[in-house]
């Protein structure tokens, strides 16, 4: 596994794309489909620029580095997941929702997998909804995140 310096032990997503992902095409995509499992570390510096991002001010997030990570944390790992096997084109985030069975620390081995749950059309845009879930090394539940984007593709019919 290699890392890039200065991006975090993050080893998917955009910076990490490895000859298997592919341009994501809704038509090929099947819902059942099973995501790549990937391992994971979110690194504590990640948090403050989560924060940064998220416009959450606070100083604990900016200045120090908290015991926890952030909740947005789950969303930046689950369109990282769906990026470990397709390069989106222009997308539209639009709903996605979390359940965690414990909090996630920074620096934390962790193994992210997951599958497609649905691609649907409606009013000619279309709408691609994927799990992704986190375990600890251990095997131990951290959280379960559920995404829905829409590909902003031109629009058929």
């Known amino acids: 596994m290699t890392f890039v310096e200065g991006v975090g032990r993050f080893p998917i997503g955009h910076w990490h794309e490895g000859p298997d992902v592919v341009p994501m095409d809704w038509d090929r995509i099947e819902v059942g489909e099973a995501l790549p499992t990937v391992e994971w570390r979110f690194e504590p510096f990640e948090n403050a620029i989560l924060a940064f991002f998220s416009e959450l001010r606070h100083p604990r997030y900016l200045t120090e580095s908290p015991s926890r990570a952030l909740p947005v944390a789950a969303l930046w790992a689950s369109f ?58 251990s095997g131990e539940p951290i959280f379960d995140f559920d995404h829905t984007i829409i590909d902003l593709r031109e629009p058929t019919g």
Do not use: M, Q
């Open 80 to 137: 990282s997941h769906l990026s470990s096997r397709y390069r989106p084109g222009p997308i539209i985030d639009v709903e996605h929702s979390f359940a965690f069975a414990r909090p996630l620390e920074p620096g934390e081995d962790t193994r992210l997998s997951g599958a497609v749950t649905d691609k649907y059309e409606r009013k000619r845009r279309h709408y691609l909804a994927w799990r992704t879930t986190c375990r600890a090394a």
